[in-house]
């Protein structure tokens, strides 16, 4: 589940607005008529597929195989994917759902106000004849303003003002709370630079295939816009980005909240990064009246701030057309389309074959006036009974991390009512926002694709800023609606779970709560134990970065952790390839204490009788099948080396088992003994939450 913290909300599009009452409608709501496409899938009659088992394989073996073993056996990743699973099967719903009130709006005559935008956005996108006819003109002025800019002070603006637009920048911006003072909006800035997916696919020689490959797609993409001497600009890019990799911070340890609290006046900005120009990138970021940043990677900066220094002119040009063609080519001519595709997902991930145009479109609609489309949604596909039945989860999910909170026995008192009055204190979102946001500002011409973007893309951009005058609005969303799926905010201290993530197999009304608890539940308890993960846990009740632990308390917490660490680091998807329990030590705690939290609180929901037992299977066996579920999948391999290499969660696979294999009741469950695979002697299990 994402967690929103720090970067990852520069990826976010936080809703704020205008109120609007939801009127409510099933999913055959004659709004949006149903089709078998936008109708979510049962999975079996009590919400687990029973057929997609293989009983041959030892529960303690591969809990997986044993749980969804036919399932992946028959399972066939779809050519324009990277991967399959739960996770994606609901995006595709989702896709199905959006497609459905997209087209209500293109098909309005003389449509207005939102339904003009979104007919007008995704309109402009599927005029491909127009955009054919265009081919590479819509670059035009930008790349007219990259020869114009001979300066280092003309280029820094540049890069500044593609916060707002196409291009690309030496550093990363966004506004989000202060960490030490969660009222008040601030300026991050985060180490950037790169167009491979992070430092390791510059520095690590398993990579090197991919290396090369990107050079060649820098000079096939500059050639096509046009750039002169499109081959030397690439081997030279290719060289200035491996440079600006050797100087960034590992991802790892871009993720110490700590260490990446950097708080800075741009007078001590501009004297830690030297060479750079700041107030031309702050200017044309319009972040010109800004008193004060957060800085993240401080050493980083001051080594890539030299790198721009010494830089040629004539390189951060290249460099800068490169990154505006390859982020606009999705909007231009197929051959720009064809040449992004065939890199970014064939080349680096595995995707055999481009999504539809229609998928692409809506989601370029969804991205980009997302509560416009959320509010559609929900009046279609988000039934009043489903947010109450979330609720009740939730609450449930609360009393068992009180209890589990109590039971403790390596915590502190002290630290333990501190624990107690975070919890109390966590803010719950479900489903949608309070009050939507207000896109009539932005202009949508349905025959201007590339303006379109621009446009949304400076809109949003503009709105982020704006907040720097204004107080922090609690009631933002960081997803939209439409969304599959949650997240926990610490400087909010709230848990948020869009509309999309709630339905099979996370969530069923019909199901049995042995599944709903395993599914939803266990998404719930991975949300709160975010609160209370390495780098959650150094928030307070009221989302302030502090230290609130007995020292002895967070010594004990460490060593937990770093055992868990050891563990995660042991699972090796491919031959060579292992999960970075550093990278992925947030997710990993919050797995572990999300399915401990959902199993608690299955129990209480029981209250006090036994859980039926059905097609011979206990409600604890039940519980641990449906976990299983949620995560079945399979991926190419080169997304799998993408992923250990820049994701935080761990592989599907290990999601599941890693946590298992640390739980008692599991090996209760199914008789896991001494001898299986994935057998953990109980004093070496990791107890943490």
């Not at 911070?249 to 001590?268: G, L």
């Not at 097609?615 to 997304?639: E, M, V």
């Not at 993408?642 to 009741?665: E, K, M, W």
Request: charged share 20%; with cysteine.
């Amino acid at each position: 589940m994402k967690r929103v913290l720090l970067s990852a909300a520069a990826a976010l599009a936080i809703a704020c607005a205008t109120g609007a009452s939801i009127a409510y409608a099933r999913a055959d709501s004659p709004a949006v008529p149903a089709t078998d496409v936008t109708k979510a899938p049962r999975m079996g009659p009590w919400g687990f597929d029973l057929a997609g088992m293989d009983r041959s394989v030892k529960p303690g073996d591969d809990f997986g195989k044993f749980a969804s073993g036919t399932y992946l056996a028959n399972l066939q990743i779809p050519a324009d994917r990277t991967s399959w699973g739960s996770f994606n099967a609901l995006r595709e719903l989702s896709d199905a759902r959006i497609k459905a009130v997209i087209d209500r709006s293109a098909a309005t005559p003389n449509a207005q106000g939102e339904a003009q935008q979104i007919g007008g956005l995704y309109n402009s996108f599927m005029d491909e004849a127009a955009v054919e006819a265009l081919d590479a003109r819509p670059l035009a002025a930008d790349l007219a303003a990259i020869r114009a800019a001979r300066t280092r002070d003309a280029l820094a603006g540049l890069m500044g003002q593609s916060n707002g637009g196409f291009g690309g920048s030496a550093f990363a911006a966004y506004i989000s709370q202060d960490a030490k003072d969660p009222n008040v909006n601030v300026t991050y800035l985060t180490q950037a630079g790169l167009g491979l997916p992070n430092r390791d696919y510059y520095l690590d020689a398993k990579f090197a295939e991919k290396k090369t490959a990107y050079q060649a797609y820098v000079a096939k993409l500059l050639a096509m816009a046009g750039w002169a001497n499109a081959d030397k600009a690439a081997a030279d890019i290719v060289a200035l980005e491996t440079t600006i990799a050797q100087a960034q911070w590992p991802i790892a340890d871009q993720r110490d909240a700590d260490q990446t609290y950097n708080p800075k006046t741009i007078a001590e900005l501009e004297a830690l990064a030297p060479g750079f120009p700041w107030k031309a990138w702050m200017k044309g970021a319009s972040l010109g009246k800004a008193p004060r940043v957060i800085v993240g990677e401080p050493t980083a900066f001051t080594r890539i701030a030299a790198i721009y220094a010494a830089t040629p002119i004539a390189t951060l040009q290249a460099w800068q057309a490169f990154h505006t063609t390859d982020q606009a080519a999705p909007y231009l001519s197929k051959r720009f389309v064809d040449a992004n595709f065939e890199f970014r997902a064939r080349t680096l991930s595995g995707q055999p074959e481009q999504r539809a145009r229609w998928k692409r479109g809506t989601t370029l609609v969804s991205g980009n006036l997302g509560e416009a489309v959320g509010k559609l949604y929900v009046e279609a596909y988000f039934p009043a009974e489903s947010k109450a039945k979330m609720e009740k989860l939730v609450a449930d999910l609360r009393v068992a991390l009180k209890a589990r909170i109590e039971r403790l026995d390596w915590m502190s008192p002290e630290t333990k009512a501190r624990a107690q009055a975070k919890l109390a204190a966590f803010t719950v979102k479900i489903g949608y926002p309070n009050k939507w946001r207000d896109y009539s500002a932005l202009k949508i011409d349905a025959k201007d694709l590339y303006g379109n973007v621009e446009r949304a893309t400076a809109f949003e951009w503009a709105f982020n800023v704006a907040k720097l005058d204004q107080p922090v609005d609690r009631d933002e969303w960081g997803m939209f609606p439409q969304t599959v799926n949650a997240y926990y905010n610490p400087t909010l201290n709230e848990i948020v779970f869009p509309a999309a993530i709630l339905q099979p197999p996370f969530f069923d009304p019909e199901a049995d709560a042995a599944i709903n608890y395993a599914g939803i539940g266990a998404v719930i308890g991975h949300e709160i134990s975010h609160g209370f993960d390495d780098e959650g846990r150094k928030y307070d009740a009221d989302g302030s970065l502090r230290d609130w632990w007995q020292p002895a308390d967070a010594a004990k917490f460490e060593v937990q952790t770093a055992r868990l660490g050891a563990q995660y680091s042991a699972f090796e998807p491919l031959p060579g390839v292992k999960v970075q329990g550093d990278l992925t030590m947030g997710e990993n705690i919050g797995d572990l204490g999300g399915i401990l939290i959902a199993l608690d609180a299955y129990h209480l929901s029981l209250g006090g009788q036994p859980a039926p037992v059905i097609d011979g299977l206990t409600g604890d066996q039940r519980f641990f099948l449906g976990f299983s579920q949620i995560w079945r999948s399979k991926y190419r391999d080169d997304a799998i080396r993408q992923q250990v290499v820049s994701d935080p969660h761990s592989p599907a696979q290990f999601r599941v088992i890693g946590t298992l294999r640390n739980v008692d009741a599991w090996y209760d469950a199914w008789g896991v003994q001494p001898g299986d695979k994935w057998y953990v002697k109980p004093e070496d299990r990791v107890r943490i939450w």
